[in-house]
T-cell receptor, first 112, second 115 residues
């Protein structure tokens, strides 16, 4: 099956710092999502980004599908950004729907 | 904003017991999924469901597991005889599709503890 690797596995930032999280995948995919898992375990949608660049406030993401990677940028980090960030790649199913394969995540801690 | 809901938020059960986890997907969505996350690990795909049929299932989804859409709003995951290793967070998700977007939206999860 497809392999999804995320780096770095752990990251500690001072509040206000910027960071880049990377997601590499081993084969062609149909789509890609970024999630933030908050301390309560909820998976919050950040971006649906099969290709190109999107921005939402302090966050932005870029997917270069032909080179099999995606990047998540966090600017001016805040303590509420802490949690685990997951990349998930999607493959369309012949029977209908879309199967997501998740990476192992980046654990981010933002300190004052 | 519409959201996926799940009940219960936490369930404790004894090994060998049957459990049913419930989900209400977003109302105009066509595709439904279950995933699980063992504590400290990544999220894993279990099953996808479309047009009242399973469209794909993983190796984890063995004969102990079943899914059902009993009415127009609920989507359930049943584990017939729970094992200790079934302890995990179970997430339901749904997506709209119609060729525009396959973005999946996740519910808050049900934490299942098997003792």
């Amino acid at each position: 099956g497809i392999q999804v690797e995320q780096s770095p596995p752990d990251l500690i930032l001072q509040e206000g710092a910027n960071s880049t999280l990377r997601c590499n995948f081993s084969d062609s995919v149909n789509n890609l999502q970024w999630f933030h898992q908050n301390p309560w375990g909820q998976l919050i949608n950040l971006f649906y980004i099969p290709s190109g660049t999107k921005q939402n406030g302090r966050l932005s993401a870029t997917t270069v599908a032909t080179e099999r990677y995606s990047l998540l940028y966090i600017s001016s980090s805040q303590t509420t950004d802490s949690g685990v960030y997951f990349c998930a790649v999607g493959l369309l199913l012949t029977g209908g729907g879309n199967k997501l394969t998740f990476g192992t995540g980046t654990q981010l801690k933002v300190e004052l | 904003e519409p959201e996926v809901t799940q009940t219960p938020s936490h369930q404790v059960t004894q090994m060998g017991q049957e459990v049913i986890l419930r989900c209400v997907p977003i109302s105009n969505h066509l595709y439904f999924y279950w995933y699980r996350q063992i504590l400290g690990q990544k999220v894993e795909f279990l099953v996808s469901f479309y047009n009242n049929e399973i469209s794909e299932k993983s190796e984890i989804f063995d004969d102990q597991f079943s899914v059902e859409r009993p009415d127009g709003s609920n989507f359930t995951l049943k584990i017939r005889s729970t094992k200790l290793e079934d302890s995990a967070m179970y997430f339901c998700a749904s997506s709209e599709s119609l060729g525009r977007s396959y973005e999946q939206y996740f519910g808050p999860g049900t934490r299942l503890t098997v003792t």
